[in-house]
Structures are given as C-alpha cells and as structure tokens.
C-alpha cells in the first residue's frame, strides 16, 4: 500500500474550525465546572416482610415467623417515616430471626426424616427377625 498523507482538506466530517485559535500542545486547559448531585441517594433498606409473612404461615417454627414479621413491620414504618437507620436496624433483626427460622425448621424436619427413616428400618429389621424364627418354627428348627 501506498503511503498517503492525510491534510485537512481530505478528512471526512472534521469541522473546519478556522475561527479559533489553536492550542500548543504544551498549553493545558482547565475549565471550571459544576456537579449538581441533587439530594444523596441512599441504598434502599429491606425489609423482608415477603420472607417474614411465608417464615409465619408456613415455618412458624417457635414464633419465630411471627417476630420476624413484627420487626418486619416495624421496619416498613420506620422507612416510611424517614428514620432509614431505625429501618435497616429493624430489617436486620427481621434477616435473622427469618433465618434462624428457616435454619430451625429445616433441621426439624431433616431430624424428623431421619428418625422415621431409622423407624422404618428397625420394624423392617425385627419383622425380618420374625419371619426367620417362623420359618425355623415351621422347619422343626426351633429351640
């Protein structure tokens, strides 16, 4: 390929700006300007009240559900009136109570599978024991 030169007659849409006045390139330009921020944006406090109202009908393990949607609540009205730290206290007492909750609930009910699982196995285990003496019974075996 050839080597062209580009002048600035033959550069496409560059703005002929021969009215101003061309900086060095040793010369900086600072402009002042102003950031208009507004008011400060803070980051939305949870609640958690979905959460509380499924831990209170569904896994009301020990009340907790139930605390948890109270706080809940008391969270929703400290937000609405504006006090945002009296919210987020509220907010994350309502967090742990749901998981504590939902933490408790599950350990129930995989303790609660457990033991029925080890029920089933003894009643299978002792009627497996029976049938065996039946049948050592029958057989003329037994002592």
């Known amino acids: 390929m050839e080597n062209f030169q ?25 402009s002042p300007a102003v ?3 507004g008011p400060p944006i803070y980051p939305q406090v949870r609640d ?3 959460w509380s109202v499924f831990n209170t009908i569904y896994m009301n393990f020990c009340c907790l559900g139930f605390a948890a949607l109270v706080f809940s609540i008391k969270s ?18 309502a ?8 933490v408790l609930t599950i350990l129930t009910f ?9 029920g089933v196995l003894q ?11 039946q049948h050592n019974l029958f057989q003329g075996n037994g002592n």
């Open 6 to 30: 580009y002048t600035r007659d033959n550069v496409p849409l560059q703005i002929q700006t021969n009215n101003y006045e061309r900086l060095r390139e040793d010369q900086v330009v600072c």
């Open 110 to 118: 995989l303790i609660m599978i457990i033991l029925l699982a080890v």
């Open 48 to 50: 958690h009240i979905v």
């Open 76 to 93: 929703r009205d400290r937000k609405v009136v504006g006090d945002l730290e009296g919210a987020r206290h509220y907010g994350s007492t």
């Open 35 to 37: 950031v208009n921020m």
């Open 123 to 133: 009643i299978y285990s002792s009627a497996m024991q029976e049938a065996q003496n």
């Open 95 to 102: 967090r742990c109570l749901n998981v504590t909750a939902l």
